[in-house]
C-alpha cells in the first residue's frame, strides 16, 4: 500500500512505542496513587509534559493532557467562553474553515446565545488580518482560527493574528493539529493563548494530545472526576501516551526541516504532475501551505469513486468532501476558498510524510491520470462539459 493520507493519520514510530512499552507493562502504577510505583509513574508524566512544553516554548504548567485534537479543541473554547460570559463577553471570531471540532462547539455555543464571525478565506484558503481587525468588538472574548488547514493545508499568518489579538486583550486560541510536529511553533513569540495538539498526527499514538494554557487564562472542566491534570480534566492519567506524545513531538520538532524539505520537493513533484491533466487545480495557496499536503480538484468527476479506485490501485487517500456519513455536502473549505459544488466534489487530498518515497510518488503519478480519464468516461458531467452543455469553471 502507497499510504498517502498523512493528514488523517500517521504511523506510530517504532522508537516512540519502545518508550511507551514500560508503562504499559511492568511501570503500570496510577500516576495519583502515593506509594512508590506510582510517584514513579507521576515523575514520568511530569518529565512527559516538561518536555512537551519545551517543543512549543511553552511552561510544563501550562500543559494539559487530553485525549486528542477534538476535545483540546472543545475545553479550550467553552474555557475561553466562560472567562467571556462571566463579562458580559459573548462574541466569538474564528474562519469557515476550521475543523469540525471548532466548528461543531461553536455551534453549540451560538444555540447558548454566543454570537459568531465566520471570516472569508478567499481563493488563497488564507484569512486577512484586515478583516480580523474590522471584525474584533468590544464583546468579543475569543479568536479561534487554526494554524494550518486540514484539507488544503493552508497556514495561517498565525503571528500577527496572535500581535492583534494581544493588543486588543482578546484571547486568542489556535487548532494546531495539523501544524504541531510539521512547523515550528512558539506559543511566547506568536503570542498564543490556547494551542491544541494531537501525537498521532506527528508518529506518536492516538487518543492522547494535548492542550496548551497559558498561565493566566483558567480552564472549565470538560470531564469531572479527580484532581488529575490539577483539577482540569478527570480521569486516571494515560502515562505511556504522554510519553509517547512527547517522544514523537521531540523527534519531529528535531528533524522539522529535513523532513520538510523531504516532503516539499516530492509534493511540488506531485503537484506538477498532477495538474498537467486538463481541467485540473490546486486547492489552496501553492507558498504557504504544509510541506506535506497536495489538494487538487478534477472536473467532472466525483471524489468518493476516485478514492476506491485509488484504493483497488494500492494507494490511501482522501477526498476532500467530508462524505463520511453518507452525506452529500460537499467539503465546507472547498466551498469556502470559491470552489462550485460540483467542482468540491472532484477533489482529492494526497498527504505525505517522513516515510514517503520518492518512488511512491511516481508510482502515484502514474496511476492518477488513466484513473481520472476512466472515470470522466463515465460521467455524465463531464460528457455535458465535453458536449458545451455545460462550461468548464476550472
Ligand atoms: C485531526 C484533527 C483534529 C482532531 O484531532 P483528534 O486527535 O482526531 O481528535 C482537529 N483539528 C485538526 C485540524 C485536525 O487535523
Known amino acids: 500500500m502507497i499510504y498517502l493520507d498523512n493528514a488523517g493519520t500517521t504511523r506510530l514510530d517504532d522508537q516512540v512505542l519502545d518508550k511507551m512499552m514500560p508503562y504499559l507493562k511492568e511501570e503500570y502504577g496510577n500516576a495519583s496513587s502515593l506509594h512508590t510505583m506510582g510517584q514513579r509513574a507521576?515523575?514520568?508524566?511530569?518529565?512527559?509534559?516538561?518536555?512537551v512544553a519545551r517543543c512549543i516554548n511553552a511552561k510544563a504548567k501550562e500543559i494539559y493532557f487530553t485525549s486528542g485534537g477534538s476535545e483540546s479543541d472543545n475545553q479550550a473554547i467553552i474555557s475561553a467562553c466562560r472567562l467571556g460570559e462571566r463579562k458580559g463577553k459573548k462574541h466569538i471570531i474564528t474562519s469557515k474553515i476550521e475543523h469540525h471540532a471548532v466548528l461543531h462547539t461553536l455551534e453549540k455555543l451560538e444555540k447558548q446565545g454566543f454570537a459568531v464571525t465566520y471570516l472569508d478565506v478567499y481563493e488563497?484558503?488564507?484569512?486577512?488580518?484586515?478583516?480580523?481587525?474590522?471584525?474584533i468588538r468590544e464583546d468579543t472574548c475569543l479568536v479561534t482560527i487554526m494554524f494550518a488547514n486540514n484539507?488544503?493545508?493552508?497556514?495561517?499568518?498565525?503571528?500577527?493574528?496572535?500581535?492583534?489579538?494581544?493588543?486588543?486583550?482578546?484571547?486568542?486560541?489556535?487548532?494546531?493539529?495539523?501544524a504541531v510536529g510539521h512547523i515550528?511553533?512558539?506559543?511566547?513569540?506568536?503570542?498564543?493563548?490556547?494551542?491544541?495538539?494531537?501525537?498521532?498526527?506527528?508518529?506518536?499514538?492516538?487518543?492522547?494530545?494535548?492542550?496548551?494554557?497559558?498561565?493566566?487564562?483558567?480552564?472549565?472542566?470538560l470531564i469531572e472526576g479527580g484532581a488529575q491534570e490539577r483539577g482540569k480534566r478527570g480521569g486516571t492519567e494515560n502515562?505511556?501516551?504522554?510519553?509517547?506524545?512527547?517522544?514523537?513531538?521531540?523527534?519531529?520538532?528535531?528533524?522539522i526541516d529535513k523532513v520538510a524539505q523531504h516532503e516539499i520537493a516530492l509534493r511540488d513533484k506531485l503537484i506538477k504532475a498532477l495538474l498537467q491533466i486538463p481541467h485540473s487545480a490546486l486547492n489552496g495557496d501553492k507558498e504557504n501551505r504544509l510541506p506535506n499536503n497536495v489538494n487538487i480538484c478534477f472536473e467532472g468527476i466525483e471524489g468518493e469513486s476516485l478514492l476506491l479506485l485509488l484504493d483497488d490501485a494500492g494507494i490511501c487517500a482522501s477526498s476532500g468532501s467530508a462524505c463520511t456519513s453518507g452525506s452529500l455536502d460537499p467539503s465546507h473549505v472547498l466551498?469556502?476558498?470559491?470552489?462550485?459544488?460540483?467542482?468540491?466534489?472532484?477533489?482529492?487530498?494526497?498527504?505525505?510524510?517522513?516515510?514517503?518515497?520518492?518512488?511512491?510518488?511516481?508510482?502515484?503519478?502514474?496511476?492518477?491520470?488513466?484513473?481520472?480519464?476512466?472515470?470522466?468516461?463515465?460521467?455524465?458531467?463531464?460528457?455535458?462539459?465535453q458536449k458545451g452543455a455545460r462550461k468548464h469553471v476550472i
Open 239 to 255: 502515562v505511556a501516551g504522554a510519553v509517547g506524545l512527547a517522544v514523537a513531538l521531540e523527534n519531529a520538532v528535531a528533524d
Open 151 to 178: 484539507e488544503i493545508g493552508t497556514i495561517q499568518p498565525i503571528t500577527e493574528i496572535g500581535k492583534v489579538c494581544r493588543e486588543k486583550g482578546v484571547l486568542f486560541h489556535t487548532d494546531a493539529v495539523q
Open 184 to 221: 515550528l511553533v512558539d506559543v511566547e513569540k506568536m503570542n498564543i493563548d490556547l494551542l491544541s495538539m494531537a501525537a498521532h498526527k506527528f508518529h506518536g499514538p492516538k487518543g492522547v494530545g494535548a492542550l496548551y494554557a497559558k498561565s493566566n487564562v483558567l480552564l472549565s472542566n
Open 42 to 51: 507521576k515523575e514520568v508524566l511530569d518529565d512527559a509534559r516538561e518536555r
Open 335 to 385: 466551498l469556502a476558498i470559491g470552489r462550485p459544488h460540483e467542482v468540491a466534489h472532484g477533489s482529492l487530498r494526497l498527504t505525505l510524510s517522513k516515510h514517503t518515497t520518492e518512488e511512491e510518488i511516481n508510482k502515484t503519478i502514474e496511476i492518477i491520470p488513466g484513473v481520472v480519464e476512466l472515470l470522466r468516461k463515465m460521467s455524465p458531467v463531464w460528457d455535458q462539459l
Open 124 to 135: 488563497d484558503g488564507i484569512v486577512k488580518v484586515e478583516d480580523l481587525k474590522k471584525a
